[in-house]
Structure formats: structure tokens, C-alpha cells
């Protein structure tokens, strides 16, 4: 059955109020981000993503007379379909970055789309290292053993082919095997994306939020590459 005109425009309106949900709520977080410092940006957004996600699911519960819990329901698609669902969000997730990169790249030029993309990843890096320690219920100090879980819990480790080698009670060797940026790269007949400067503050970050004391060395990256068997390889020790 055709939608009518009205259901499409409703339609579209769905889509742009989970838009403008969305750019309100990343607003929010960097501004707290920019007035408070990064560390009060993680810990109020941990409050309010807590109190927030209950509201938006009970509204859309009722709003589409959902006799279970919209959680329950997602859950119910079960593990293959659900594990393409998270590949297809944090695939989302990346294109939503290198759409950003381009735009600006196209409009600025390199240089500020780097500086604006390893900013970018400063923050975030942190965010998603405090995160990984909450959805997993990992300790605050819980070293290299706690990293690696928080490593696989990324949305990144969907998208890229990656692998943990060289280990050690003290370090280990993370390293992309194959990545999609780069990837996409070379199909379009691009060079290689020089992201060693993004990479260190993006592991360095991600890192210490996981835990302070792990240290980050970059062992190859564009545009420093010493092992071409890989994307890039990053040591982290303690």
C-alpha cells in the first residue's frame, strides 16, 4: 500500500527529530565538555544518558503501543540478527566521522579537518574508555586485563579486523589488520590517511580512561610505517 503524502512527510519528521535529538544532545556534551573540562563532561553525561534513555524509551514504547519493553523486543531478534544490527550501527558510527572529515576536508582543507578530527577523537577516546569500564562493570584500575576487554567492547572492533599479539604481564601489541578507512582509501586510489597524530591521542585517551597508569607507544601508522603486514600497531604497557 502506497504512503500518502502526509505519512511521508510524518516520516521524514521521525527521522529529523532523532536528528536533532542527536546534534542537541553531542551539543550538550561538548559544551560541558568546554566550559567544565572533559573529565565533568564524562561523569555528568554518565548521569544524564542514565536518566535519559529510560524517558526516550518509555515515550516510544507508548507512542507506538509496544506491550514490552522496547530493550525486550530488540533482544527477541536474536544473537545473528542482532550482531548485524551492531556491525551496521558501528559501521553508521565510522561513516559519521569520515563524513564529517570530508566535508570539512573539502571546505577547509586538510589541516583543519585534522586538527578538528584529532580533537574530536581526544574527547571521545576518553568517553568511550570510562564507558567500556561502565558497560562492562570493569574495576577503575583494572591494568592491561581490563584494556583488552574494553578494546573488543569498541564500536571500532565491529568495523575493523584486529588482533592482540606480543604478550606480556606488562604490555601488549594491538594491532588493525586490516582497516576500513584505509581500505576505502586505496579503492578510491587515495594515499594512505597519515593518522598517527589521531591515533595517539585517540589510544592514549581511550586508554586512560580505562586506566591512568597504561601507556600508549605508536609502532606503526601512517605515515610512519615500519610493519606492512598491518594497518597500524600500538603497544600499551604499564
Known amino acids: 500500500m502506497d504512503e500518502s503524502p502526509k505519512e511521508a512527510f510524518l516520516a521524514r519528521q521521525v527521522v529529523e527529530a532523532v536528528r536533532q535529538i542527536a546534534v542537541h544532545y553531542g551539543l550538550w556534551l561538548s559544551e560541558t565538555a568546554h566550559q567544565l573540562g572533559p573529565e565533568a563532561a564524562i561523569d555528568l553525561e554518565s548521569q544524564a544518558g542514565d536518566a535519559f534513555i529510560p524517558l526516550l524509551t518509555k515515550r516510544v514504547e507508548r507512542a507506538l503501543g509496544l506491550e514490552r519493553p522496547l530493550t525486550d523486543l530488540v533482544a527477541g531478534l536474536g544473537a545473528e540478527r542482532l550482531e548485524e ?22 571546505s577547509r582543507g ?27 562493570g570493569l574495576p577503575e584500575h583494572g591494568g592491561l586485563p581490563a ?3 574494553a578494546l573488543a567492547a569498541r564500536l571500532v572492533a ?59 607507544t605508536c609502532l606503526s601508522c601512517p605515515p610512519e610505517v615500519t610493519q606492512p603486514d598491518c594497518a597500524c600497531a600500538w603497544r600499551f604497557s604499564l
Open 147 to 149: 584494556l583488552r576487554a
Open 110 to 136: 586538510m589541516h583543519d579537518a585534522k586538527r578538528i578530527n584529532d580533537s574530536c577523537w581526544l574527547r571521545l577516546g576518553r568517553y568511550e574508555g570510562v564507558r567500556a569500564r561502565a558497560v562492562l
Open 85 to 106: 544490527l551492531l556491525k551496521a550501527l558501528s559501521v553508521s558510527w565510522l561513516a559519521a566521522d569520515g563524513v564529517w572529515f570530508r566535508k570539512v576536508e573539502d
Open 158 to 216: 565491529h568495523v575493523n579486523t584486529w588482533d592482540i599479539v606480543e604478550e606480556t604481564p606488562d604490555s601488549f601489541v594491538y594491532r588493525i589488520l586490516s582497516c576500513r578507512v584505509q581500505c576505502s582509501r586505496e579503492r578510491q586510489g587515495l594515499p594512505p590517511y597519515p593518522c598517527q597524530s589521531g591515533g595517539s591521542v585517540e589510544y592514549t585517551a581511550f586508554a586512560a580512561g580505562v586506566d591512568p597508569a597504561i601507556r600508549v
